[in-house]
């Protein structure tokens, strides 16, 4: 375990989720699902007895450094990781690689966002171990491909070569080709084929592995942390990010490294997840009553009402009648009623 | 104008606007139309010229009294007659008549409900003019009638005489009856004819007038109010009216009097008149914009939406997609969503 690290993606700016989620507070540090916990601490409970707190790592960016040290307060400040400025993922899960580096060559490494959920922690994390002790016995880069239950089109999709298991591992197969997120009639045949998988962003490497993958598949990110090795864990280590940091092409670790490197696996899971990228996604998991309303508040009454979600933070009483297929959120005195079919136009909204 | 009297009717608890309106707040202590005063303070308002406020009556329920003096403090406080029950219209105002001719044996009186809306306060004024002249000249009770713009189940109507006008006034006619609330078939039938007007509950007399009409039409209730005649205006009239009011008989002035009372007139009326008693009126009757959009609130946006009212108070910002004949209102942290054709079940929501 003590070779174990864990590495949360904390930088998103999510605003689908308006006016619930605002650039001021992502869903990652909101309790959407309405349990008592917010998303990224769900996320680092998810990792409870497979990796230290010591070991848990956390980038992002500086207006969410003090949300990152309220909610997840056994995490060394020293391992909260300040991004000056957005580059996508590649850059800082590189940045984060070398710190890793720095402090434990020997170290195993998953990546995961911060504000997706998983229902099954018992099958993810079973799928975990099983990730870990593969990559750490090779210099295989593991991806955590969901099977699909619908033919989404808001996911990215993992091509998986099922008649090519690792030969230690019968669950680990060799990735084919990363798809992007895909037309409804792709995504259509995509599910009736059974080697499509979601590509959930979860990934799992040595870090030498990562380390070596960043050297070849992009050199200049790579330089660009390397050069500043010496600086990491002492006082100067944010400056010298501050500078090389912008410097990096905006770039994601799947255009980065995943769809270049030769040795990509990918273990397909079956854990109940999420990216929660949607309202219609919180309302199917959410617990929806048997009219397909899944509801957050403190007194809803609902009638003649099919398919919707309210989530509500401030209001003491709420009663919808005759809405069919609706959002309803409020918070901080902010409401929002959106047919659920147009919600792609909530940004448009704020 | 110093014989001219004004009662406002104040005890109504309405709770179809819920959750604007409550029995802690009745809407005629409200700002339902979002102008800056509440349904009473317009009310009143609306004699300003016609009436001097030492002769303005309030009757209302012991609750109320508080939110009657903050909204009227021009009232004097002897003028606010509280109901120790509800025993509906007959009996406050036989008490109320009572009191006004201990002080002024001459006068002429109007009484008014609290909670309605007249838009053409001119044509009211003038309206309420001619009444009380042919009041004070006659023994007539003179209801006002309004002209019906469209088949309302809502309200009662007033069948008139239009061959029968007054000798004095051309524009006031003797009423053939009074109808209940009529089906939608007899509402229709109704509005093809010129001379069934909605009922108002705007009433206009002389004070012996109306005192009289009690003493033969409903001794019972007269008489328990002309039995205390000497307590009035001495401390011991609350406590006398506490004693009394409840033996009172629960019914109606048009009950008690209007069917039963030979002369009655009604001055047929377009002034803009409506008594707000559903969110579907309100709508209607609140500047809706070219979509049926009536909104009352800070910031309230729209998209694809129509024939909606949206009413909040406690929200900054509401963004509505997508519905079409509802209610949306917000108040005190409780809000509610119903269709506007269901708004009769509002009051099994609370």
């Keep these: 375990m003590k070779n174990t690290h864990l590495v949360i993606l904390a930088g998103g700016a999510g605003t689908r989720l308006w006016p619930l989620s605002s650039n001021e507070r992502p869903k990652q540090f909101l309790d959407v699902l309405g349990c ?3 998303l990224i601490q769900l996320t680092a409970a998810r990792f409870k007895g497979l990796v230290p707190p010591e070991n848990i790592w956390v980038a992002t960016s500086a207006e969410y450094r003090d949300l990152v040290k309220e909610q997840l307060p056994d995490v060394p400040e020293g391992n909260i990781l300040v991004e000056p400025c957005r580059r996508n993922t590649a850059p800082c899960i590189c940045y984060v690689s070398w710190k890793i580096k720095k402090r434990n060559p020997r ?8 504000d997706h959920m998983i229902t099954d922690v018992k099958a993810f994390q079973s799928a975990i171990k099983d990730c870990m002790e593969f990559a750490a016995e090779t210099d295989a880069i593991v991806t955590l491909g969901i099977r699909p239950t619908h ?4 996911y990215g999709y993992i091509k998986a070569d099922l008649s090519y298991s690792s030969s230690r591992r019968n669950n680990i ?17 995509y599910i009736q084929q059974s080697n499509y998988l979601w590509n959930s962003g979860i990934f799992v490497w040595s870090v030498s592995t990562i380390v070596n993958a960043f050297r070849v598949y992009h050199p200049e990110i790579s330089h660009l942390f390397e050069d500043i090795f010496s600086y990491y864990d002492l006082p100067q280590e944010q400056d010298m990010i501050n500078q090389q940091f912008p410097k990096c092409e905006s770039i994601s670790v799947d255009y980065a490294i995943m769809e270049k490197a030769e040795e990509i696996f990918v273990y397909p899971a079956d854990f109940g997840w999420s990216d929660l990228g949607s309202w219609e996604s919180l309302r199917r998991h959410s617990h929806p009553d048997k009219y397909g309303n899944a509801t957050v508040g403190e007194q809803i009454d609902l009638y003649e009402t099919r398919d919707c979600i309210i989530h509500t933070s401030g209001l003491k009483k709420v009663v919808v009648q005759g809405l069919d297929g609706y959002v309803v959120v409020e918070k901080d005195n902010t409401l929002l009623i959106c047919k659920l079919s147009e919600e792609e136009r909530i940004r448009l909204f704020h």
Excluded: H, I, W, Y
């Design 36 to 38: 008592g916990m917010t």
């Design 107 to 114: 170290a195993n490494v998953v990546v995961t966002p911060s």
């Design 151 to 154: 033919p989404e089109t808001g």
């Design 173 to 189: 197969f060799r990735v084919d080709a990363f798809k992007e997120k895909p037309q409804l009639e792709t995504a259509k045949e």
